[in-house]
C-alpha cells in the first residue's frame, strides 16, 4: 500500500526522508542507494515547502522488468514550472537557494519524469533502483503501468484492488471496488483479485467476471471490470459490472467503456463484452467512483507521453474524494 504524506511545512521534510529510508532499506538497498532515496526525499519535499501548494509526497516499493526498488511521487497544485529545462539546472533558482535541487533528483533518480502546467500544478516521479543495477538504456516493457490507490479518510484497509496477468498473448487488468469500504470491502476485492489470477488462459473478460461471481458468494460483492490486450493482433476486450469508469484514449480520440449494471456476487446478468482495436500509443484508464467527475484528458496537454503513473497520480490528484476508497489505473502502449 502506498504511504502519502502532506508536505507544507519543514518539519514534514524530515519524516518524508525518514520513511523514504525506512521503505528503501525494507527493499533491500544498500547504503549508496539509501543515501539517493534519502536525497531525492529531502530535495522533492523542500521544493514542496519553498514551491507547491497542497504539496504531497507519495512513497512505495516497485518491481518491474527494468528493476526494483523506491518510488516517489511529489505533487502539488501550486504555480507549475514556467520553464522546466532552465529550473533543472544546477544554479537556477527563484527562491534564493543556490538552486541545485531538481538537477540533484535527476542525477540520483533511476527513473524521473515530470509533469508540469502553469496554474495547474507539478507531478515528478522519481525512481530509486536497488544497487543501481538498471541499463543506460533499459528495454521498457511494451505495456507500461501505474496506480494509485488510496483508502477512504480515517480507513486503514482499502475496498479497491487492482491487478495485471499475462496470459498466453494476453495482458490482462482487473480493477475491483469492494462495495462500501473497510475490512469487508477489501475481503470482497481480494476474492475477485484470486479469481482474476487463477482464470486460464483461455477465459475471456466476460467469462472472468463469472468465475469472480462464482467465487464471491458469501462476501459483500463488488463492481469490477476486466480488460485484456492483445499488442500483437491489435485487440482489446473489455467487460465491466457496476460503475467503474473505463476509458481508451488513441490518438487525438477517447472512447469510454460500457459496463452493465449489477454487484458481481450477488446480481449479475448477462455481462456484455466490447470489442475494439488496440493500437500502439494506445492508453487505457480505469478507475472506481471514488474519483470524481468525468475528467477530461484536453485539459492536460502531453500528458498522455508522459509515465502511465503520472498520469495515475495528476488525475489522482485533481479528482480523487477523501469520503471514499479511490483508484485510478493506467496502461500506457510504449510502442
Known amino acids: 500500500m502506498e504511504t502519502t504524506i502532506e508536505v507544507v511545512e519543514q518539519s514534514q521534510v524530515g519524516q518524508v526522508r525518514r520513511l523514504a529510508v525506512e521503505l528503501a532499506r525494507a527493499q533491500g538497498l544498500g547504503e549508496a542507494d539509501l543515501g539517493r532515496a534519502a536525497l531525492v526525499a529531502t530535495e ?32 502539488d497544485v501550486g504555480p507549475g514550472f514556467p520553464d522546466f529545462d532552465a529550473s533543472r539546472r544546477d544554479g537556477h533558482s527563484t527562491g534564493g537557494s543556490l538552486g541545485i535541487g531538481l538537477g540533484a ?25 536497488a544497487d543501481r543495477n538498471v541499463p543506460a538504456a533499459p528495454a521498457r516493457p511494451a505495456l507500461e503501468l501505474g496506480a494509485r490507490r488510496a483508502p477512504m479518510r480515517g480507513e486503514v484497509e482499502c475496498g479497491d484492488a487492482w491487478a495485471h496477468a499475462r496470459s498466453g498473448r494476453w495482458e490482462r487488468l482487473c480493477l475491483v471496488d469492494g462495495l462500501g469500504h473497510g475490512p469487508l470491502a477489501a475481503v470482497a476485492a481480494d476474492a ?3 479469481a482474476f489470477r487463477a482464470a486460464p488462459d483461455s477465459a475471456t473478460p466476460g467469462d472472468i467476471i463469472g468465475l469472480c461471481h462464482a467465487a464471491m458468494g458469501n462476501t459483500r460483492g463488488a463492481v469490477m ?15 465491466g459490472v457496476g460503475n467503474i469508469a473505463g476509458v481508451v484514449h488513441s490518438g487525438e480520440s477517447s472512447h469510454h467503456l460500457l459496463s452493465v449494471d ?48 503520472l498520469v495515475a497520480s ?6 480523487a474524494r477523501p469520503t471514499d476508497d479511490a483508484t485510478v489505473l493506467v496502461a500506457r502502449d510504449l510502442r
Open 314 to 319: 495528476v488525475l489522482f490528484r485533481d479528482f
Open 262 to 309: 449489477g454487484i458481481v456476487g450477488h446480481n449479475v446478468r448477462k455481462v456484455l463484452m466490447v470489442e475494439r482495436c488496440w493500437s500502439p500509443g494506445d492508453t487505457l484508464v480505469l478507475a472506481t467512483d471514488g474519483l470524481s467527475g468525468r475528467w477530461n484528458m484536453n485539459a492536460y496537454p502531453g500528458l498522455l507521453k508522459r509515465h502511465a503513473l
Open 105 to 129: 533528483i535527476m542525477r540520483a533518480s533511476d527513473l524521473f519524469d515530470t509533469y508540469s502546467r502553469i496554474d495547474q500544478g507539478t507531478a515528478i516521479l522519481s525512481r530509486i533502483a
Open 225 to 239: 471490470a476486466v480488460a485484456a490486450i492483445d499488442q500483437a493482433e491489435g485487440k482489446f476486450v473489455f467487460a
Open 192 to 194: 475477485a483479485l484470486a
Open 44 to 75: 522533492l519535499s523542500t521544493n514542496l515547502v519553498k514551491y507547491g501548494k497542497q504539496g504531497t509526497v507519495t512513497l512505495n516499493s516497485f518491481h518491474d522488468t527494468v528493476g526494483a526498488g523506491l518510488q516517489l511521487i511529489a505533487s
